[in-house]
């Protein structure tokens, strides 16, 4: 069946440093990927997408690739704000499996000023 | 910004009690989503919709149950509440059809059963 594995947490940065969330998934099709991000109290919002290999997904400064022969989708941000502290959820959505999503188990995040 | 709304947001409730998480989105979507959100942080989906009269159980077992008469309602009810029952529960909505989009999630109801 489909799976997302993602970088266990959490993981506590310093402000404007370097962020990466390893994501792997296993798929029987050719899913989209997905980054959401959920913040205290809240819902999941989606963060970036892809939906075929070589995409690049962005949005805040955030970036992911979506790389088929690796089979990864791995989150990055050049400079980290504490405003980033959330929990980072990679997911994927596979036409094969209904379209239902597949969610990662989360990945903390804390950025301390 | 998201057209899924979740009430109420915060439900404290006595054992053996039945209760309604409402959620209903205006973007027309046809498949909904309930999920259940433990401590760790994970998703579990307990129940899917594909459209109106369409009702699916998903990956984790749930005593909860859900209905789906018109598109843009889904609601989820706990016949008699258990304190396992504690958790926050999430509602989302998609697309149907063929191509692939994104999920929309609701703010979430945490339900506390004492």
């Known amino acids: 069946g489909n799976s997302v594995t993602q970088m266990e947490g959490p993981v506590t940065l310093s402000e404007e440093a370097f962020l990466t969330i390893n994501c792997t998934y296993t798929a029987t099709g050719y899913p989209s990927l997905f980054w959401y991000v959920q913040y205290p109290g809240e819902g999941l919002q989606l963060l970036l997408k892809a939906t075929k290999a070589d995409d690049k997904g962005s949005n805040k400064g955030f970036e992911a690739t979506y790389r088929k022969e690796t089979t990864s989708f791995h989150l990055e941000k050049g400079s980290v704000q504490v405003s980033d502290s959330a929990v980072y959820f990679c997911?994927?959505?596979?036409?094969?499996?209904?379209?239902?999503?597949?969610f990662g188990p989360g990945t903390r995040l804390s950025v301390l000023p | 910004e998201a057209d899924i709304y979740q009430t109420p947001r915060y439900l404290v409730i006595g054992t053996g009690k039945k209760i309604t998480l409402e959620c209903s989105q205006t973007?027309?979507?046809?498949?909904m989503y309930w999920y259940q959100q433990d401590p760790g942080m994970e998703l579990h989906l307990i129940h899917y919709s594909y459209g109106v009269n369409s009702t699916e159980k998903g990956d984790l077992s749930s005593e909860s149950t859900v209905s789906r008469i018109r598109t843009e309602h889904f609601p989820l009810t706990l016949e008699s509440a258990r304190p396992s029952h504690t958790s926050q529960y999430l509602c989302a909505s998609s697309e149907g059809g063929r191509g692939v989009t994104e999920a929309f999630f609701g703010q979430g109801t945490r339900l506390t059963v004492v």
């Open positions: 997911a994927l959505s596979d036409r094969g499996n209904g379209q239902n999503f597949v």
């Open positions: 973007m027309g979507h046809d498949k």
